[in-house]
């Protein structure tokens, strides 16, 4: 089973800590969604699993409030928040195709 399947399904997914809203030394995440009506959406976080599950309980973005259910079909491991936030940027720039492509590679089924 795929990391992404298990979150996806509620399952257990260590998380990074944060302290007072700094991620040094711990893992972040940058991670594409796929909602409901078939867009992508684009985040990072520094606790993954945690992060899904509050797009799912419509309290994650503005954009994912309304294309409920959504999906974790991609996420990549960041070393900090500065890498995450700059990796989010450049796949938030991509084409959708270009993403796509990005999530085939990983492997994981949308």
């Known amino acids: 089973m795929s990391i992404a399947t298990e979150i996806n399904n509620g399952g257990f997914y260590k998380s990074s800590i944060s302290w007072k809203g700094e991620t040094k030394g711990f893992m972040c995440y940058v991670y594409i969604l796929k909602?409901?009506?078939?867009?992508?959406?684009?985040?990072?976080?520094?606790?993954?699993?945690?992060?899904?599950?509050t797009h799912l309980q419509g309290k994650g973005a503005k954009y994912t409030r309304c294309?409920?259910?959504?999906?974790?079909?991609?996420?990549?491991?960041?070393?900090?928040?500065?890498?995450?936030?700059?990796?989010?940027?450049?796949?938030?720039?991509?084409?959708?195709k270009e993403?796509?492509?990005?999530?085939?590679?990983?492997?994981?089924?949308?």
């Not at 909602?35 to 599950?53: A, H, P, Q, V």
């Not at 993403?99 to 949308?110: A, G, V």
């Open 67 to 96: 294309r409920l259910p959504v999906q974790l079909v991609y996420f990549e491991e960041c070393m900090d928040k500065s890498s995450a936030l700059k990796r989010e940027y450049k796949i938030k720039q991509m084409k959708r």
């Open 35 to 53: 909602c409901s009506d078939d867009t992508l959406y684009t985040g990072w976080t520094n606790d993954l699993k945690n992060r899904i599950k």
């Open 99 to 110: 993403k796509l492509e990005l999530i085939k590679r990983k492997n994981i089924e949308i």
